[in-house]
C-alpha cells in the first residue's frame, strides 16, 4: 500500500478509531453492507407494452439442455472499515468478490472468472487522491464521491462497483466455457449491459429492481401468479442507445402476487418484438434450469449454488479484523 | 528430479518434524497418491535448502466445509450445488538430506503449511527417499518384496546378520501366504544374493547353513520342485510374478537345488530296519533319518526337553529329581571318556594289560585305523562303535544307559534296591542318586512314569541305541548318518528337519535338540559369523511360550539374546507375536506382518506399525506383508510373488520320487 494511502488514513486517525468501530459492531454483522440502499442507478425509459396473447395454434417447445452448462453469476461485499467523520460524511473500507459457478455439467467454481477488490470511499472534499496499488494481492482502489451530490450516494457507488465487478466475471466466462445453456444472475440485475454481452444472463429477481420508475414495472408484475409471464417490456437506455424487451416470470409462490420475490427476468435483445413462442422456449428453460437445481427448501428465495458461492467468495475476503489491525500497524509507523 | 505436484503441506492439521499432512490437490476428482507412495518438501535451513523424504501412511477424503449437512450432500449428488472434495495424506518423514549430504541430526525441523509437496517416481530417488543406495553401497540390501510404486524394497543384511542386530520375526494368520511362503522367499533370496554377489555379506550367505523346520504335513519337503500353482496359473499371471523377481534382482525360475537341499525326518519306528527309514509318505530322494544317541542325550541335556515343559516349569521337586539324573548321566559318561582316554594314553606308551571294559575298549582302539577325532565325545563314540560287542553291555559297566528303556530301568532298581543289589554297579550309581539328593521313592516313580510317557509320545525313537560294528578292522571313521549335525553343517545347505508327525512333547525335544547343537558347535567355532546359520520355525508361540522358567524359554531367549554372537540367526514364526515371549521376539531387528486379526494388533509388539498400517493388515490379502527394520523409519508394505519352488506338497515333481522299495 502506498505511503499517500497511508497518509490519507492517517488524517483519518484510522488506528484510533478503528478500535471504536470493532468494539460496537461485530464483522459478522458487517457483511450484510447495510444500509446499503439500492438506488438510482441509471435511467430507463419504458417505450411500449405488449400483452402476450395466446397463439392461435399450439407451439411445439423443445428445450435441449444436452452439454450446455448451466452457470449462476454472483458477487459478496464486506466493509472492513466504517467512520463516520465530523461532518456526518462517511469513509467506508469495502472489500468485495463475484465469480461464476457452474453447477452442470460440472460442479466448480470458474475460477478465472474470480475478481476481488479492496475499496476505501472517500468524500472528495477531503481534498487529495491517493493513487490505487495492490494490498496483499488484491487491487486496492481509493474512490472519492460528492457527499453532497444526491444523485451520487456512498451505497449507490458500492452497489454499482460490486455489479461490474460481476459483470468482469460473467465477461471473463466467455474464456472458460464453449457454451452456455443458461447463465443465472442472482440478485438485482442491471437494467443494460453493453449489447456484445455473451451470454446474455437471465436475472433472478428477489427485490425491488434498482430502477428510479419502479412503480411501473411493479405495475406489470402484481397479481402475476405462478408459472406466469408478464406482458413484453420494451425498454430505452437512459442515453438512448440500446433498446431491449423484458418480460417477467413468477417462477415461486412466496405468499404475495405482488411481491417482486421469486420473480425471473427474461431479456431479448433486439430490435423486433420477439414472438410469443421465443419468450415461452425462454420462460420454459428458465423453469427446466432452475427447476433441477433449487430452490434451496430451506431458503426458498435462494438457490443452493448460489449459497455455495457466496460462502466461498465471502471465505475469499480478507479479515475485517486482521485488515484493521494492519492498516493500523501501517498507519503508527509512518509516524 | 522429475516435478509433479500434489499438493502442499497443510495447515488445517498438526505437522510434526516426523510426521506432516499433505492437502493433496487432485484434477481429476481422484488424487494420484496412494498409500506407499513417496513424497518429497524442500524445506530451508540457514539458507540451504534441506530435501524432507516420506512415506504416505495414510489417505483420508471428506467434503469441504462447503458440504455440512446430508442435505447438501444430497444436493452435490444430485448436480445441484459443487461440492469441494478434500483429500488428505499423512506422511512419515523417510530422510532428510542436503544436496550434498545427509542431515546427521534429521529431522529436526518441520515443514510450514502451503510448501509444496512433490511425488516421488524416478527409481534412483525413490531409493534415496527411502536410504536404499546406502543399503546398495554397502552391499548389504536383500530384497524382501516390491513397493506398490512396483520397486523392489530391502533390507539391511547387518541388521540380519549380527553386525548390527540380528533374528527376523514373522507374524500373521495362517493360510495368507505370509509366513511360511515368505520364509523361504527371504532364504531363497539371501541364497541367490549369495551365489550371485561378491562382498562380505555375499559371502557369509553363500556360507551359511540354513535350517528350515517342517510343522505341517510334508509340504516344505519339495522346496527342489515347482510349485503346483506356478505351473497350473495363466500365463499372464505368471509374467506378473517374473516381473516382480526380476525387478529385485532375483531369478524368476529358481527353485531350491536338489544338491543342496537335505530333508530329515524322524525314523518310522523305534527298532531296526524301521530305525533307519525315514517317516515319509511322499518325498523318496534326498532324505535322511535324525536321532539322537545316549552321547548326545547327555552332552546336550536333552533329557529335560522330553518331559511336558508346563508341567515341569511348576514341578520343582521334579526340577531337582531330573537336575540329579543329569548331573549323574555327565558323572558316568565322563568316567567312561575318561577311561577311554586312559586306554588311547596306555596303548600309546605299548601298555596292553587291560582287564574287562578296559580291554574290549583297548581291543575297539587297536582295530582302528584312523586318527581318532580330537573332540572327547566324538572319541567315546567311535571307540564305542568300534568295540564289536553290544554297546549296551559296556555301558552297564558304568550304569550308562543306551536308550530310554534302559534309563527307566535303572532308575526303577536304583528306587527299589536292597543291600544286596548294590553290587550291581548300574543300581548302585542310580540308587545314590536317591540317597545323596534325598530324593523320595514317589518322586522318583513320578519321574519314571513321565520317562514312560515321553516314551510311548515316541522318545524311543529319536534316542536311539548306538550303532556297533560286528567285526572287522576300521580303515575309515563310521558316519552316523542319524546325527543331525551331519546334514544340517554344510555350507550353503538347506536341511528341512521334518517334525510334523511328532507328538506336539517330542516336536519340542527335536527343536530344542537341534537348536542346542547348532549353539554349542557354533560357540566352538572361531568363524561363526562368517558362517551363519538361519533357523527357520513356524508357531514359535509353542517352543517359546509367554510362560517363564521352561528349559525351552530360557533356550530360546539364549538364542535370541546370545545367538547373534556365534552367527545364529533365527527366523521365528507365529501367528501371534503377543503370545511368545517377550524377549525373544522383541530382539528380533527384522520384524515382518502380516494379515493378522485386529484384537492381536493391539498389543504392544505391534506398537512399531502406525495406526493406519495396523488397519490395513487386518484387511491385507495374501502375499502383502509388512517389513520393519532400524533402519527404515517407517515400516513399509511389501508385495511378494509367489514362489516358483512349491511350499506345499506335491505329486508333479519328478525330483522327489524315487525308488520306493527302499522304503518300504
Not at chain 1, 224 to 229: A, D, F, N, T
Not at chain 2, 64 to 88: C, H, T, W, Y
Not at chain 2, 349 to 367: C, F, H, P, R, Y
Not at chain 2, 597 to 612: G, I, P, T, V
Request: contains cysteine.
Amino acid at each position: 500500500m502506498r505511503n499517500d494511502t497511508i497518509t490519507l488514513l492517517k488524517r483519518l486517525k484510522l488506528d484510533r478509531n478503528l478500535q471504536q468501530s470493532m468494539a460496537y459492531e461485530g464483522p459478522e454483522s458487517w457483511d450484510a453492507g447495510r444500509p446499503l440502499a439500492e438506488q438510482n442507478v441509471g435511467e430507463v425509459e419504458v417505450l411500449s407494452c405488449t400483452p402476450l396473447k395466446q397463439p392461435s395454434s399450439s407451439v411445439h417447445l423443445a428445450v435441449l439442455t444436452g452439454g450446455k452448462a448451466l452457470v449462476f453469476v454472483d458477487g459478496v461485499q464486506r466493509i472492513l472499515f466504517r467512520k463516520v467523520l465530523d461532518d456526518l460524511t462517511r469513509v467506508y473500507l469495502v472489500a468485495m468478490a463475484a465469480a461464476a459457478v457452474e453447477v452442470w455439467p460440472r460442479g466448480r467454481l470458474l475460477t478465472n472468472t474470480l475478481r476481488r477488490e479492496l475499496v476505501l470511499y472517500v468524500p472528495s472534499h477531503l481534498g487529495e487522491t491517493p493513487s490505487e496499488d495492490a494490498y496483499n494481492g488484491m487491487d486496492f482502489k481509493v474512490r472519492t464521491y460528492d457527499a453532497q451530490s444526491a444523485g451520487e450516494t456512498l451505497g449507490g457507488l458500492v452497489s454499482n462497483d460490486r455489479d461490474a465487478l460481476e459483470f468482469q466475471a460473467m465477461k471473463a466466462m466467455s474464456t472458460s466455457l464453449d457454451s452456455v445453456g443458461m447463465l443465472f444472475k442472482d440478485g438485482p440485475l442491471k437494467m443494460f449491459y453493453p449489447s456484445d454481452l455473451w451470454p446474455w444472463p437471465v436475472g433472478l429477481v428477489k427485490s425491488l429492481e434498482p430502477i428510479p420508475n419502479a412503480e411501473l414495472f411493479l405495475e406489470h408484475v402484481k397479481q402475476l401468479k405462478v408459472g406466469r409471464v408478464s406482458s413484453l417490456l420494451e425498454v430505452k437506455s437512459g442515453d438512448g442507445g440500446f433498446k431491449k424487451f423484458v418480460a417477467y416470470l413468477r417462477l415461486l409462490d412466496v405468499g404475495s402476487e405482488s411481491s417482486m420475490e421469486g420473480l425471473v427476468r427474461l431479456d431479448f435483445v433486439g430490435a423486433d418484438l420477439p414472438t410469443v413462442s421465443t419468450v415461452a422456449e425462454k420462460a420454459v428453460e428458465a423453469v427446466v434450469n432452475l427447476a433441477r437445481v433449487g430452490p434451496y427448501s430451506r431458503s426458498p428465495y435462494n438457490v443452493l449454488a448460489v449459497d455455495w458461492l457466496e460462502k466461498r467468495l465471502r471465505e475469499l475476503l480478507p479479515d475485517a479484523n486482521l485488515v484493521a489491525l494492519d492498516l493500523a500497524r501501517r498507519v503508527r509507523s509512518l509516524g | 528430479m522429475a516435478e509433479e505436484m500434489v499438493g502442499i503441506v497443510t495447515g488445517m492439521k498438526e505437522n510434526s518434524p516426523t510426521e506432516f499432512c499433505v492437502h493433496l490437490f487432485s484434477e481429476q476428482s481422484e488424487p494420484t497418491v496412494r498409500i506407499g507412495d513417496i513424497v518429497r518438501v524442500a524445506l530451508q535451513h540457514k539458507g540451504r535448502v534441506v530435501t524432507y523424504y516420506g512415506i504416505v501412511n495414510d489417505i483420508t477424503s471428506q467434503w469441504d466445509r462447503d458440504v455440512d449437512s446430508g442435505f447438501k450432500e444430497r444436493a452435490v449428488f444430485d448436480q445441484i450445488m459443487p461440492g469441494n472434495k478434500f483429500f488428505l495424506a499423512r506422511v512419515a518423514v523417510s530422510r532428510a538430506v542436503y544436496p550434498d549430504r545427509e542431515v546427521f541430526d534429521e529431522p529436526l525441523m518441520v515443514p510450514s503449511p502451503g510448501t509444496p509437496v512433490f511425488l516421488v517416481r524416478s527409481y534412483e530417488e525413490v531409493e534415496r527417499a527411502l536410504r536404499f543406495d546406502e543399503l546398495k553401497k554397502r552391499g548389504s540390501h536383500l530384497p524382501v518384496g516390491v513397493m506398490i510404486n512396483e520397486q523392489p524394497a530391502y533390507i539391511d543384511l547387518s541388521f540380519v546378520l549380527g553386525e548390527n542386530g540380528a533374528h527376523v520375526n514373522i507374524s500373521g494368520q495362517s493360510g495368507v501366504a505370509a509366513k511360511t511362503s515368505y520364509a523361504t522367499f527371504l532364504v531363497a533370496a539371501m541364497i541367490q544374493k549369495g551365489d550371485k554377489e561378491n562382498n562380505a555379506y555375499a559371502q557369509a550367505l553363500r556360507n551359511g547353513r540354513y535350517i528350515v523346520f517342517n510343522v505341517k504335513g510334508e509340504s516344505l519337503f519339495f522346496l527342489d520342485c515347482r510349485h503346483p500353482d506356478w505351473v497350473r496359473a495363466e500365463e499372464s499371471q505368471v509374467e506378473i510374478w517374473q516381473r516382480m523377481y526380476r525387478s529385485m534382482g532375483l531369478d524368476p525360475d529358481w527353485t531350491f537345488p536338489k544338491d543342496r537341499v537335505m530333508y530329515c525326518s524322524s525314523p518310522k519306528g523305534s527298532k531296526l530296519p524301521e530305525l533307519d527309514k525315514p517317516d515319509l509318505k511322499s518325498r523318496f530322494t534326498n532324505t535322511s533319518v535324525y536321532g539322537w544317541d545316549f552321547i548326545d542325550v547327555i552332552r546336550y541335556r536333552l533329557l529335560e526337553l522330553a518331559l511336558d515343559q508346563e508341567e515341569l516349569a511348576m514341578s520343582q521337586n521334579m526340577q531337582l529329581v531330573l537336575f540329579a539324573i543329569q548331573e549323574k548321566l555327565e558323572e558316568l559318561l565322563e568316567e567312561f571318556i575318561n577311561d577311554v582316554e586312559r586306554v588311547e594314553r596306555e596303548l600309546q606308551k605299548g601298555k596292553t594289560n587291560g582287564q574287562g571294559v578296559w580291554e574290549d575298549l583297548a581291543k575297539a582302539i587297536e582295530s582302528i585305523h584312523f586318527p581318532l577325532p580330537p573332540d572327547r565325545y566324538e572319541k567315546a563314540r567311535q571307540v564305542l562303535y568300534a568295540c564289536r560287542k553290544d554297546p549296551e553291555l559296556i555301558l552297564a559297566e558304568y550304569g550308562l544307559p543306551e536308550t530310554v528303556d534302559q534309563l527307566t530301568e535303572y532308575l526303577k532298581r536304583g528306587a527299589l534296591a536292597k543291600d544286596e543289589d548294590y553290587e550291581d554297579r548300574a543300581v548302585a550309581e542310580w540308587a545314590k542318586v536317591m540317597s545323596e539328593n534325598d530324593i523320595g521313592r514317589a518322586t522318583m516313580f513320578a519321574v519314571i512314569r513321565r520317562l514312560k510317557l515321553a516314551r510311548k509320545q515316541g522318545l524311543d525313537r529319536l534316542w536311539r541305541p548306538m550303532p556297533h560294528c560286528l567285526a572287522g578292522e576300521l580303515t575309515s571313521a563310521p558316519q552316523f548318518s542319524y546325527r543331525i549335525t551331519a546334514a544340517w553343517d554344510r555350507p550353503g545347505g538347506v536341511t528341512v528337519i521334518d517334525i510334523s508327525k511328532l507328538h506336539s512333547s517330542m516336536q519340542s525335544f527335536v527343536v530344542g535338540a537341534v537348536l542346542r547343537q547348532v549353539l554349542e558347535a557354533k560357540m566352538a567355532n572361531p568363524n561363526a559369523s562368517q558362517q551363519p546359520v538361519f533357523v527357520f520355525l513356524d508357531e514359535l508361540n509353542k517352543y517359546a511360550p509367554r510362560m517363564e522358567g521352561t528349559a525351552m524359554v530360557k533356550l530360546f531367549r539364549d538364542v535370541a539374546e546370545r545367538g547373534r554372537s556365534f552367527g545364529v540367526i533365527l527366523i521365528g514364526a507365529e501367528q501371534t507375536a503377543s503370545q511368545v515371549d517377550f524377549r525373544v521376539v522383541t530382539q528380533s531387528s527384522t520384524t515382518v506382518v502380516g494379515h493378522q486379526k485386529a484384537a492381536e494388533l493391539s498389543h504392544d509388539e505391534y506398537k512399531h506399525l502406525l495406526l493406519r498400517q495396523k488397519e490395513m493388515l487386518s484387511s491385507v490379502g495374501p502375499g502383502v506383508v509388512f517389513v520393519d527394520q532400524p533402519f527404515l523409519r517407517v515400516p513399509i508394505m511389501v508385495k511378494f510373488p509367489m514362489t516358483p519352488w512349491s511350499t506345499k506338497e506335491t505329486n508333479e515333481c519328478e525330483s522327489a520320487s524315487g525308488d520306493l522299495a527302499q522304503y518300504l
